[in-house]
């Protein structure tokens, strides 16, 4: 096939044995690749109410048909998986170079499947494929684990390892891949470390065919062209997604002290600027990238270097946690990286916890004799550290994630846990955007912001305006951003630099030979939608409308300071929302999808109703 | 004595298309956006003569060249 590496890579764990099949030329033509493979093949190939960290729960790893390709940003890799976080659907995108060697090495999925009696690493060179034993690995950090490996097989190869956090099965632990780039959300690494996986070894020479060369190549120069031509490619490559820091600030969604108020009184020292003079030694980018944002970090202050922090680790663990020094929150990224915890998370929990403590319904008991205080930047290091262990009773408490851990405190710190479906709000604060807010509380797996940035829409209209155009606006990009995790490639170029996105599509049909419009794209984007929310339907008793509401904090609790100060979302008007939102996706009041709209989007052989 | 305001992406939509737009010195950059009808809070980034400032109370000055850019995805 055209644009693919040809082959899914099966192991299995349990017994050792390695498989290759050709990878089916109809699931290709139906979910293209890249998460659109991972939710096809989590849903065929793990049975119902799969222990998310037992053998049965697979990890799948895909590219997709940009990925390696002359396409900018063609970098991104697909984990799917069930989640122990959510104990529903789970997909992290990773950047970097992995998802393209994938490709040389003629991968187009590599399927993780039952558990290892003893740590192994998973060896690929081109068509050698071995399970070698990891003991010597076991309990070293992930980029310690990158820098072995590479001096051991040479800097060719890609390395995808996990933590001491996906060793010790934190539920929101991560897997770390050219030193700093996460697939963070949802427990990925947590699955990895249930089936006693390290990490993975990957380097492929191999070429890939493309249905028209010449096509191709036209195609994707284009492509570039357009990057470089861009009116702001050098803002964009200066600073990269910390941009947003001072915007969120501004107009009151900035995260600030576990989400209590959009606009934080030290958020001016986390502004990029700052950030690019005081630590920012370079520019880093993933897998063709002409406009590289990843931005790599010398922090004197503890004698580190570190990629980061992105946007989201600044409000998450930063203005979150009530930290103003950009390389506090630097030295605090490092750490979850290495240890191998998501820093949404990770900053979640521990600004929870700061919290509760403040407020008394935690104890320097429930801490181990931390001072969980918003702004104490050495108890921020000490939770990361205890979370990734599982040390003590605070480290126990929060590796289960903010939903858990409220639920065993209770004292009313449930109304302060920020999650969706048990996932961890990240760095959007939403007092007073309710497209925004729909898009959290509809998002496939749990309240991540990057299937639908609708923010700048919520302030386009009137940020507390509830009206269909905001719902109909979430839709459309929730079944269009995700497709380029289907084709394998970064989004970005699109969203930032604002190129032409018309462009892709005579690369991808140069490259498959497929001709593909972006309406065609959408609809296989909102079919995959559409699975995604059949597996929630499918693993959760009682899954429905309850699990799509937002935390309490933002319809009855006002922020007392910043720009948003004393407002906030009518309750009523959340429902709204969710009832325009069902109609306009064809659901039902309660959230599920009726046989009508299966029928329509071709999904009725995946129902289990 | 003016200076001159490039807005980019889809900001530039919202000057009719225009690349750039004259507006008088002496006033904030929040005034010129407000003058121009460009909401400030759509608005990530301005660069000022190639220097970015995160204060739109910046008074602009004789000859100066802003540029502006909107919000993006942030990740």
């Keep these: 096939m055209n644009g693919y590496g040809g082959t899914i890579l099966r192991v299995n ?136 490996m590479k001096k051991q097989f040479g800097e060719e190869f890609q390395i995808a390892a996990i933590g001491v956090g996906g060793e010790n099965q934190v539920l929101y632990a991560s897997i770390n891949h050219d030193y700093g780039r996460e697939a963070g959300r949802g427990g990925v690494g947590a699955v990895m470390g249930s089936k006693n996986l390290k990490a993975i070894a990957l380097h492929g020479t191999g070429s890939v065919t493309v249905a028209n060369k010449d096509a191709y190549v036209k195609a994707g120069k284009a492509l570039y062209k357009a990057c470089k031509d861009a009116d702001n490619i050098a803002e964009w490559t200066r600073y990269g997604t910390t941009i947003v820091v001072s915007w969120c600030d501004e107009v009151g969604a900035l995260p600030t002290r576990n989400f209590q108020a959009g606009s934080f009184e030290g958020g001016k020292t986390l502004y990029a600027p700052v950030m690019r003079e005081q630590i920012v030694i370079t520019d880093k980018g993933c897998f063709g990238c002409p406009c590289p944002c990843g931005k790599y970090s010398n922090v004197k202050k503890y004698k580190t270097e570190v990629e980061g922090p992105e946007y989201e680790t600044i409000g998450m663990l930063g203005s979150g946690v009530g930290l103003t020094d950009i390389s506090d929150v630097a030295q605090a990224n490092l750490l979850c990286d290495d240890l191998g915890i998501d820093t949404i998370s990770a900053g979640s929990c521990i600004s929870w916890a700061m919290e ?74 939403t007092h007073n955007a309710t497209a925004m807010l729909i898009s959290y509380m509809t998002c496939d797996v749990g309240a991540h912001h990057n299937r639908a940035w609708a923010i700048t829409y919520d302030l386009q209209v009137g940020r507390d305006k509830v009206v269909p155009e905001k719902v109909a606006r979430v839709i459309w990009l929730q079944n269009f951003r995700p497709m380029f995790d289907v084709l394998g490639s970064c989004r970005l170029q699109w969203v930032e630099l604002g190129i032409d996105r018309d462009l892709y599509v005579p690369l991808l049909e140069a490259i498959t030979g497929v001709h593909r419009s972006w309406e065609d794209m959408e609809k296989t984007g909102e079919r995959i939608w559409n699975l995604t929310r059949l597996y929630w339907s499918r693993e959760i008793e009682g899954f429905g409308r309850d699990w799509d509401q937002p935390s309490p904090r ?30 306009q996706r064809g659901w039902d009041s309660t959230g599920h999808i009726p046989p009508e709209t299966l029928e329509r989007l071709n999904l009725k052989e995946f129902s289990v109703h | 004595m003016t200076a001159t305001l490039r807005p980019i992406g889809h900001l530039k939509s919202m000057v009719n298309d225009q690349a750039e737009v004259t507006v008088p010195s002496g006033i904030s950059v929040r005034e010129a956006l407000a003058l121009i009808k460009v909401p400030s809070e759509l608005v990530a980034l301005v660069v000022i003569n190639g220097v970015h400032t995160t204060d739109k109370d910046t008074i602009l000055n004789d000859g100066d060249i802003v540029k502006l850019m909107a919000v993006i995805g942030g990740g």
């Design chain 1, 13 to 148: 764990l349990t017994t050792g044995t390695i498989t290759r099949q050709p990878t089916p030329e109809a699931v290709a033509r139906d979910f293209i690749g890249g998460r659109g493979f991972g939710i096809y093949f989590l849903t065929s190939e793990v049975p119902v109410h799969a222990d998310p960290l037992g053998p049965e729960n697979k990890l799948i790893i895909s590219s997709g048909p940009l990925s390696g390709m002359l396409a900018p940003g063609g970098g991104k890799c697909d984990w799917t998986t069930k989640s122990p976080l959510t104990g529903g659907y789970a997909s992290a995108s990773m950047g970097g170079h992995f998802t393209a060697e994938m490709k040389y090495a003629g991968l187009d999925s590599i399927i993780l499947e039952g558990k290892s009696e003893k740590p192994v690493y998973l060896f690929i060179d081109d068509k050698k494929v071995e399970l070698r034993g990891a003991s010597a690995y076991m309990g070293k950090g992930a980029i310690d684990v990158e820098v072995s």
């Design chain 1, 356 to 429: 509760a403590f403040e407020k008394g319904a935690l104890t320097l008991e429930d801490t181990d004799g931390i001072e969980m205080r918003f702004g104490n930047a050495e108890a921020v290091f000490a939770a990361i550290k205890k979370i990734a262990h599982r040390e003590g009773k605070l480290g126990q408490l929060l590796s289960e994630g903010v939903k858990r851990a409220s639920a065993k405190i209770g004292k009313g710190t449930e109304k302060y846990a920020i999650h969706i479906k048990g996932m961890e709000q990240s760095a959007y604060a």
């Design chain 1, 554 to 583: 933002f319809y009855t609790e006002p922020p007392a300071t910043g720009t948003t100060a004393g407002q906030i979302t009518k309750p009523e008007d959340v429902q709204k929302l969710l009832d325009m939102y069902y109609e």
